[in-house]
């Protein structure tokens, strides 16, 4: 709390895109939250046609703190940015909550808490995956790994620290203007644009410990191809726009692709299809390995979700990187 007793005011963000399933439980969970704190909640729907704004309509009816707005562009970057600039006014803080994802009680008051504890300009949190079904849990166990995601920092739990990147989770409404707010180019990866752009411009970005939040993954390997076609492609924009070197981490993954292609010469010399063996050998390996440790059979296709998700982040990257100009341009 400030000084005087009194707390920052609030937006709650919730961009959504046929989200039926979620979208009631996830508002009704968030609601003692925004009581608390004095907050709207914005649900920015980009044309759901499975009820979702149905279901909004009709706890909105109940609480007027609750607000459906259309985003016509349907990306969650405009999502968010039509937010802030309709009901952003009076507001000091911007709270972004993923439709597709579970929260504790206490998460909007412990990111507010971390914002005037630190000072800082962004509060990011932690994102631990969980899944229910044999396909989803493999997905989980595979993005909770460093074999999945390479190490980044909020895909594991944090004690609190000064970061480049996390997942969004509140942002300083003057800061975020300040900025520009999202580059609605971007359908991935917007988060760590935005995140360079803050920290290019002095601002401050802080991984907290005292909350995390649950995402729930794809629950095809088809959907978990896509997605990280997304990501791949998000990345590379982001190169290309801030004329950035990938790390480490990243450059692994794109190493992909070659090898694929590589790969298809081994009838010229066998030799061209070991690099390929290696890499599926250490990701189907770790997924006997997880699933003998954590004896849990269903881990034992994490190797190979986790193969989907390289394979989908690389061809993405390259597509981005290669493809024709017009596509590879950035404002």
């Given at each position: 709390m400030t000084q005087t007793g009194v707390l920052p005011s609030s937006l709650i963000v919730i961009p959504c895109l046929n989200e039926a399933a979620h979208i009631g439980a996830l508002v009704h969970e968030l609601r003692p939250a925004a009581e608390r704190l004095g907050a709207r909640i914005i649900v920015a729907d980009g044309g759901s046609t499975d009820g979702t704004r149905a279901i909004v309509e009709e706890i909105a009816v109940k609480d007027p703190r609750i607000i459906l707005l259309h985003n016509e562009k349907r990306l969650q970057s405009a999502a968010i940015n039509l937010a802030v600039a309709s009901y952003g006014e009076g507001a000091e803080y911007l709270i972004r909550i993923d439709a597709h994802g579970g929260y504790p009680p206490d998460?909007?008051?412990?990111?507010?808490?971390?914002?005037?504890?630190?000072?800082a300009d962004s509060v990011v949190v932690s994102m631990l995956t969980s899944g229910s079904g044999m396909v989803q849990k493999a997905v989980a166990a595979a993005q909770n790994s460093k074999l999945?995601?390479?190490?980044?920092?909020?895909?594991h739990l944090s004690v609190g620290e000064w970061v480049d990147h996390g997942h969004h989770a509140l942002m300083r409404i003057s800061a975020f203007k300040a900025v520009g707010g999202y580059d609605e180019t971007f359908s991935h990866n917007e988060d760590a644009e935005l995140d360079y752009r803050l920290r290019r411009a002095g601002y401050r970005i802080w991984m907290t410990g005292k909350t995390q939040m649950t995402y729930y993954p794809r629950s095809s390997l088809a959907g978990l191809y896509f997605q990280y076609l997304g990501y791949g492609r998000g990345r590379a924009k982001n190169v290309l726009k801030h004329r950035m070197i990938p790390k480490v981490r990243q450059m692994a993954p794109l190493l992909v692709v070659p090898i694929v292609v590589l790969a298809a010469f081994s009838f010229v010399h066998w030799l061209a299809v070991v690099p390929l063996l290696i890499w599926a050998s250490v990701c189907l390996g770790y997924g006997v390995w997880t699933a003998i440790s954590q004896r849990n059979p269903d881990s034992a296709l994490?190797?190979?979700s986790a193969m989907v998700m390289h394979f989908g982040w690389s061809v993405g990257f390259w597509l981005q990187l290669l493809g024709p100009r017009s596509q590879r341009r950035v404002a």
């Open positions: 998460y909007c008051d412990r990111l507010i808490e971390e914002a005037l504890a630190t000072g999945g995601t390479g190490g980044s920092k909020h895909r994490a190797g190979i």
